[in-house]
């Protein structure tokens, strides 16, 4: 890859390997590199140890979704979905296992997927994109069994809360809808954008991120970030971020979130921003906790840039990775 396209480059998913001691991002040509987090965070490490141990070309497009279950890495690219055996990566075998295609009405524009989920209570992949609708994939007997139908523009993000069978997404239409995972039907939509608190008309209506937490909500991307709850389908917290936030996460008593803009913020359930930890990259896509090894406990961070941020303390950038 000559300078331009390094200079180009945007890192949109990550993904922690099931062990926790590897890490596979994807970037906007389509590629992913597996880092061993081991040889990074070791004593001894070099340059060389923050560079990937493997990089192959996934899919033609952007790789906007990556996704570990058990056993295997799946990644989405422009309207397919890779399944890959984590073990073959680590011994450097490439091929995937299988890609699979959802049903797109349309067979002249491929619809880019920007989301996917684990469900598993039925053992199923969520997934979402630029077909406005929620496409279930079965990963048992490898088929599609059902698409959830409502948003009326792109679904850019989704969440599942298995204990009540639900999934929520949220779409450039401004709403988030929530699914009946076991019916398929929507139960409820909230226009994000129509609640004064949250509406920053300047950015538009879209929404960029979701995620919960037992009864709770946080999300963002047109409207400011904020806190929901669940059951009574109110904010309770907005969040003086400027910009759109890309990904959030809840992270013990805060809130983590990216967007545009050089800075992983920390923020209190109540709506303070406590910190803001500068980044190498100066926008950012994806944030991601690594909760599958205690002795790699990390927080990594990508975006407009082929750097990806390490914090081993979350005060402070520890290294760089780099593709």
């Known amino acids: ?80 979905i890779s399944c890959w055996s984590w073990s073959d990566l680590t011994k450097k075998n490439v091929k995937p296992l299988w890609t699979k295609r959802p049903n797109f009405k349309s067979s002249l524009e491929i619809p880019e997927i920007n989301a996917m989920v684990l469900n598993t209570r039925d053992n199923s ?24 139908q409502g948003h009326s523009d792109y679904v850019h993000c989704l969440s599942v809360r298995e204990r009540e069978a639900e999934i929520l997404s949220g779409g450039e239409d401004g709403a988030v809808r929530m699914w009946d995972s076991r019916t398929g039907q929507s139960v409820h939509c909230v226009e994000i954008y129509k609640y004064e608190s949250c509406a920053r008309p300047q950015y538009g209506k879209w929404i960029s991120c979701l995620t919960t937490d037992s009864d ?19 904010p309770t917290s907005i969040f003086p971020l400027t910009g759109c936030q890309r990904q959030t996460s809840f992270y013990q008593d805060m809130i983590l979130a990216v967007g545009e803009g050089p800075s992983v ?59």
């Open 125 to 148: 992949l969520v997934v979402g994109g630029g077909d406005n609708n929620i496409h279930i994939l079965d990963l048992e007997h490898g088929i599609f069994k059902a698409v959830l």
């Open 265 to 323: 913020a920390h923020c209190l359930l109540g709506g303070e921003v406590k910190a803001q930890i500068p980044c190498t990259p100066q926008s950012l896509n994806t944030l991601q906790l690594n909760t599958n090894s205690a002795e790699h406990r990390m927080l990594t961070v990508g975006g407009s840039s082929n750097h990806i941020d390490v914090f081993t303390n979350l005060s402070y950038r520890a290294f760089s990775l780099s593709f």
């Open 216 to 234: 709770w909500m946080l999300c963002g991307g047109g409207p400011s970030l904020s806190l929901w709850h669940l059951r009574s389908l109110s």
């Open 1 to 80: 890859m000559g300078p331009v396209e390094l200079l180009h480059m945007s890192v949109f998913s990550q993904s922690f390997s099931p062990c926790g001691r590897f890490l596979a991002a994807g970037n906007n040509y389509g590629e992913i590199a597996v880092f061993s987090l081991s040889a990074a965070l070791s004593p001894d490490a070099t340059a060389l140890s923050q560079k990937p141990v493997l990089t192959f070309t996934a899919h033609e497009g952007p790789v906007f979704s990556l996704l570990s279950t058990d056993c295997h890495l799946l990644s989405a690219g422009n309207g397919e």
